[in-house]
């Protein structure tokens, strides 16, 4: 009967895809290795295995293992066994990202605070322009930012002319 091999092939069929479906996202969030040059290498310091920004407007006063800067200039300076350390802290707000000389209004988007040595240490390249390095941290520094690639895709439409501009970041010029 057509209608019997329809109704069985249906069922399994929703399941194949389904199951499909999971494995896709356990490979890519839990299986795939990190996007670095040597994950096995990284070591995060903290004191919980929370992390940075999720839940940070649910429970302002969990412990998120955040260090001061001050705190992770000395162990840059006096922690000998790591090759490399470098400071994060997502931003828990969105920032308004507006490019200079643009007509467009300003965009919110979510970002990271990052020390200069932050992309050098993952073993990150830039696919266009350039990443922050060391000297990025030094006080008279001029203001730098990095745009994600997906973010340059997704709202810059992948213009060319993006990489280079100058920007304003919650009224701040980049």
């Given amino acids: 009967d057509v209608t019997g091999v329809q109704t069985c092939a249906l069922p399994i069929s929703l399941g194949i ?14 299986l795939k290795s990190l996007p670095v040059a040597d994950p096995s290498r990284l070591y995060r310091i903290g004191s919980t295995q929370e992390c940075c920004y999720d839940g940070w407007e649910d429970n302002p006063q969990q412990d998120w293992s955040l260090f001061s800067y001050q705190l992770f200039q000395r162990l840059k300076e006096a922690a000998p066994e790591f090759e490399q350390l470098a400071a994060f802290q997502a931003s ?13 209004t300003a965009r919110p988007l979510r970002g990271e605070f990052i020390s200069g040595n932050y992309f050098q240490t993952f073993g990150v390249n830039a696919f266009s322009g350039r990443l922050l390095s060391p000297e990025d941290d030094r006080a008279a520094a001029p203001p ?15 213009d060319p002319s993006v990489i280079g501009s100058s920007f304003s970041i919650d009224g701040q010029p980049f």
């Fill in 144 to 158: 730098a930012a990095v745009l994600s690639y997906h973010t340059w895709q997704q709202n810059y439409g992948s």
């Fill in 17 to 30: 895809g389904a199951t499909t479906g999971i494995f896709t996202l356990m490979h890519a969030v839990m």
């Fill in 92 to 104: 828990p707000e969105q920032m308004s990202v507006r490019r200079t000389n643009s007509e467009h």
